[in-house]
C-alpha cells in the first residue's frame, strides 16, 4: 500500500518544505475548517472517530498493517510493542469515553455545539458555549506516537483546523492515522496538514507561529520556553514540558501470587513502549520488612525482564544509547564490586535490559531503553524525601498497594505533586479522560462564552 500525497509529510524527502508553503497550507487549514468542520456536530464527530478506533483495532485494516509493518523502521520499537501500544490507545475511543471526557472537561456534551447550561448554571439563570481555536498548531514529540494521536483527536472535537509538526522521521504514524481519516470523511481530513522538520527551524515556524490561534508543544523545558519567545502575544501556549515517573510497592504485596502480579505489572510498564515517555517508571520503590526484600525484588524483575526479551525483544537502540547504556553499567558495576547496598543485572551481550538494586533510595534519573532503579524504602514517606528532586516533574506514580493503604497513600502522593496515581501495570496506558500533567487535557483547548440570561 502506497500513500497518496495528500499532506506535506508524504511528499518526496527532496522536496523542499518552504515558508510560503507553510503559509499557504495554513490558510487553506482555515478556510476547509469553516466549510467542513465548525458547524460538524460533535455527535458526528464521536462517530467518526470511534469508526477509525474499530478500524485500527481490526488486524485487517490496511493502516494497521501498514503502520506495524514500516513502523518498526520508522520508529525504532518493534512491531509487537506497537500493536500493544496502538491497542491500548484506540481501545480508548470509544463513544461513550469520548462523551464522558467532554461531559468531564466541559460539563456537557453538547457544549461545543450550542450554548446550554449545566443544572448548576441553570439554577443561576446561565448557561455558555466552548470554543475551540480556528487553527490549532501543535508540535508534536517524536518517542512515543500515542500521544500525538490524542493531541489530533483532542483537535478534531474542538472543531480545530491543525497543523501538526512532527519531529525529522517521526511523521509515519501520524500520517496513517490522518490518511484513515481522509479515507472515511475526505473533507474532515482536509482539516488536517502534517509535516515534519528539525526542530527550532524560525524560516519555517514564524509564518507557521503566526497563523496560529493557539500552539501545543511537548518537549524539553529549554523548547518549550524557545517556542514560547518566538509567539505573537495573541496566540496561547500549551506546553508540555519533561516529566518523568515511579513506582511504589507496598510490603503487603511481596509474597505468593501478589508478588508474581506485581512482578508482571512493574515489568509491563518497563517493556511499553520501551521505557520511554514521560510516564515510564525510572526508580521502583520497595517497602522493606515485606515476604520478599527489596533486592530479592529486584533480582527477581530481572528474571522476569529476561523472560521478556525471550517473547518481546526490546530492539535495536542507536551506538550513542547503546554506549550511554554501557557506560552506566560500568559505573554501578564498579560501585556493586566495593559496596553490598549496591547490586547489578543485565542482559548478557547486548543492552535489552538492566537493573540496579541500591539500598539509598535518592531519586536517580535512568537512561530508558528498559534500565531501571529498584530501591529501598521504609514507607513513603521517606520515598518521597528521596525524590524531592524532582518533586513538580513527576508525572505519574504507580502504586502497588493493600486496599487498605491505597487511598491514604493516593492521598498522600496527590498532597506531595503526583499527577495521576495508577496501578503500576497501567502507568502507560492512561484513560481517555486523564487529566495530563494534572490540567484538563481538553478544557485546555477551548474559550468559554457565557450567557447570562433575564431571571
Request: net charge negative; aromatic share 8%; with cysteine.
Amino acid at each position: 500500500m502506497e500513500l497518496p500525497n495528500y499532506f506535506i509529510a508524504d511528499l518526496p524527502p527532496e522536496a523542499p518544505v518552504t515558508p510560503l508553503l507553510v503559509r499557504e497550507a495554513c490558510e487553506t487549514l482555515r478556510r476547509n475548517r469553516q466549510a467542513y468542520l465548525a458547524a460538524r456536530s460533535t455527535p458526528r464527530l464521536i462517530r467518526v472517530l470511534a469508526g477509525l478506533a474499530e478500524d485500527w483495532l481490526n488486524p485487517a485494516s490496511p493502516h494497521r498493517r501498514l503502520a506495524l509493518e514500516r513502523g518498526p523502521q520508522a520508529t525504532g520499537f518493534s512491531a509487537n510493542t506497537l500493536a500493544r501500544g496502538l491497542d491500548a490507545f484506540f481501545r480508548q475511543l470509544s463513544p461513550e469515553n469520548l462523551r464522558a471526557l467532554l461531559v468531564q472537561d466541559l460539563g456537557h456534551a453538547q457544549r461545543l455545539d450550542e450554548i446550554v447550561p449545566t443544572p448548576v448554571e441553570l439554577e443561576g439563570g446561565r448557561a455558555a458555549i466552548a470554543r475551540g481555536p480556528e487553527l490549532l498548531v501543535q508540535i508534536a514529540a517524536g518517542n512515543v506516537p500515542n500521544p500525538t494521536l490524542m493531541s489530533m483527536v483532542l483537535g478534531l472535537l474542538t472543531h480545530s483546523a491543525q497543523f501538526i509538526k512532527c519531529a525529522r522521521g517521526a511523521s509515519l504514524l501520524p500520517r496513517l492515522f490522518a490518511h484513515s481519516l481522509y479515507e472515511v470523511e475526505p473533507k474532515l481530513a482536509a482539516c488536517l496538514e502534517i509535516a515534519e522538520w528539525a526542530g527550532g527551524d524560525t524560516a519555517l515556524e514564524t509564518p507557521l507561529f503566526e497563523a496560529a490561534d493557539c500552539v501545543t508543544a511537548t518537549g524539553s523545558d529549554e523548547t518549550l520556553a524557545s517556542i514560547l519567545q518566538r509567539l505573537p502575544a495573541r496566540v496561547r501556549f500549551l506546553g508540555y514540558g519533561h516529566r518523568l515517573s515511579f513506582a511504589y510497592i507496598t510490603r503487603e504485596l511481596l509474597a505468593g501470587s501478589s508478588a508474581s502480579r506485581v512482578l508482571s505489572d512493574t515489568a509491563d510498564a518497563l517493556c511499553a513502549w520501551n521505557q520511554l515517555g514521560c510516564l515510564s517508571p525510572h526508580v521502583v520503590y520497595v517497602e522493606t520488612g515485606g515476604a520478599l526484600m527489596p533486592e530479592e525484588f529486584a533480582a527477581a524483575l530481572a528474571g522476569e525482564l529476561a523472560n521478556r526479551e525471550q517473547e518481546d525483544p526490546r530492539g535495536p537502540v542507536p551506538a550513542e544509547i547503546a554506549a550511554g547504556i554501557a557506560a552506566r553499567r560500568d559505573f554501578y558495576e564498579v560501585r556493586a564490586a566495593y559496596s553490598a547496598e549496591t547490586r547489578l543485572w543485565a542482559s548478557k551481550g547486548s543492552t535489552a535490559w538492566t537493573v540496579v538494586y541500591e539500598a539509598d533510595p535518592l531519586f536517580a534519573v535512568s537512561c530508558l531503553h528498559r534500565f531501571v532503579f529498584v530501591k529501598a524504602a521504609p514507607d513513603l514517606a521517606a520515598a518521597l524525601r528521596a525524590a524531592d528532586a524532582v518533586r513538580g516533574k513527576v508525572s505519574t506514580v504507580g502504586l502497588a498497594s493493600a486496599e487498605d493503604r491505597a487511598a491514604s497513600l493516593a492521598l498522600e502522593l496527590a498532597r506531595w505533586g503526583a499527577g495521576r496515581v495508577c496501578p503500576i501495570g497501567r502507568m502507560q496506558e492512561p484513560p481517555l479522560a486523564w487529566r495530563h500533567d494534572g490540567r484538563p487535557a481538553l478544557a485546555d483547548l477551548i474559550a468559554w462564552t457565557d450567557w447570562e440570561q433575564s431571571v
